[in-house]
């Protein structure tokens, strides 16, 4: 039984003991977690913290990994992108082999395990020169030359590469799933109407949901392991935040191939075309993220990015997360690159003050590893390598 010493509207705390006791949840109820009152926020948190313990216990996982951009060129114009560069931008590259490898290579060295492939989406359907890169390389397509270098990065380096290159045909999942040990997609939002001009995916043919859920759809299908979430403060409404949710527990139910639901709140920065909007506040992040969890139950594993909320992160356990996403020692993180990564020491301290033990995975939770339906033969000996009995990196590890 679940008690708090404090008056609470007694429909909220049944919702909240409902919650707890894993019945099934709706929309509504739903709408009514993720609208707790500045008051209600205390019982909301303990409810999310609960049921995260009850699937995760007190083990709080980060993956230690290097950011590869292989192009930072996109056929799309997010409102909050900074990571994609226009054509005559001289940072505008796709990156060469020798590129990636290097990267790659110096992330080995450091202790890394993951080798992260972010990229903007199908650039050479708008750009003739992102089309004369690729067949530099010898590719006619984005997803062609990705696959080359994830299988590259595996080989050379024994990297475990996660890809992300944004929507795909089932046959794209099927090129890259032999070289890949997990991939991700965020869902980011439901919402269509933020394809109107002026909103934050106007011009972006990929956001749209439903491509977006295929996506995810078919990677379940092929046995894929799969990462996902979504974008928080980009003018959806919180009704549209919690169809997200819905959106992603419901698939899961259907493919069970859903590894991590990330919360990641959006952030102002000078060069985007949403530079006028109010970030998310850490309170709209707490609502989130226990409205997340008490969704999606105690086994899904939920993120919250620490660089995103650098003053008060640690707090983000305490609304029900279990994992911190990828950290670098080596790269910084494209998509927000003025925000750097905690160091690992320090993200253990802020774990440890908060009542968790922080230890490394892999870019394949243990719990997917275990199932041979998520697992390639290429990627068997690295995760074997590197586990321990609880399919996480053995602690002495740690201080790599
Ligand atoms: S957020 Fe991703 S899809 Fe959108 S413009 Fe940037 S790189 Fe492209």
Not at 147 to 157: D, I, K, P, S
Request: with cysteine; charged share 25%; hydrophobic share 40%.
């Amino acid at each position: 039984m679940f008690y708090l010493h404090q008056r609470l509207d007694p429909e909220f705390e049944e919702l909240l003991q409902r919650a707890l006791a894993g019945d099934r949840l709706t929309r509504a109820d739903g709408e009514r977690l993720i609208s707790a009152t500045a008051t209600e926020l205390s019982a909301l948190m303990l409810a999310a913290s609960a049921v995260r313990d009850q699937g995760k216990g007190r083990i709080v996982t980060y993956s230690k990994n290097v950011f590869i951009p292989l192009t930072n060129l996109c056929r799309q114009k997010c409102g909050y992108c900074t990571f994609a560069k226009g054509p005559s931008d001289p940072a505008a590259l796709t990156m060469s082999p020798d590129d990636v490898l290097a990267i790659a290579e110096a992330g080995r060295r450091r202790g890394c395990k993951e080798a992260l492939f972010s990229l903007g989406e199908k650039p050479e359907e708008v750009y003739d020169f992102v089309r004369d890169d690729l067949r530099h390389f010898g590719h006619e397509t984005t997803i062609s030359y990705l696959r080359e270098m994830c299988a590259l990065v595996q080989n050379e380096t024994g990297l475990l590469p996660h890809a992300n290159p944004g929507i795909m045909t089932a046959d794209e999942v099927a090129a890259l799933r032999e070289c890949n040990v997990t991939m991700g997609l965020m869902l980011e939002t439901t919402s269509e109407r933020l394809h109107e001009k002026g909103s934050a995916h106007f011009n972006c043919p990929g956001k749209i949901p439903e491509l977006r859920l295929d996506t995810m759809r078919f990677c379940g299908e092929q046995g894929i392991a799969f990462t996902t979430g979504i974008l928080i403060g980009i003018g959806e409404t919180w009704a549209e935040r919690v169809d997200s949710l819905f959106a992603i527990h419901e698939l899961h139910q259907e493919t069970g191939n859903v590894q991590e639901v990330i919360v990641q709140n959006f952030r102002v920065k000078e060069d985007i075309i949403m530079r006028h909007e109010d970030e998310p506040s850490v309170y709209e992040m707490l609502r989130t993220i226990a409205t997340a969890r008490l969704i999606l139950g105690p086994s899904m594993n939920i993120q919250a990015p620490p660089n995103l909320t650098p003053d008060a992160y640690g707090i983000y356990l305490m609304a029900g997360i279990n994992d911190w996403g990828g950290v670098s020692p080596t790269t910084v993180d494209h998509i927000s690159p003025e925000a750097p990564w905690p160091k690992i020491e320090e993200l253990r301290a802020v774990t440890e003050e908060a009542g968790f033990e922080l230890r490394e995975r892999l870019a394949i939770y243990p719990e997917f590893a275990k199932k041979d339906r998520f697992v390639r033969d290429t990627a068997r000996p690295a995760i074997e390598r590197w586990t321990d009995e609880t399919g996480l990196v053995p602690t002495e590890e740690y201080e790599t």
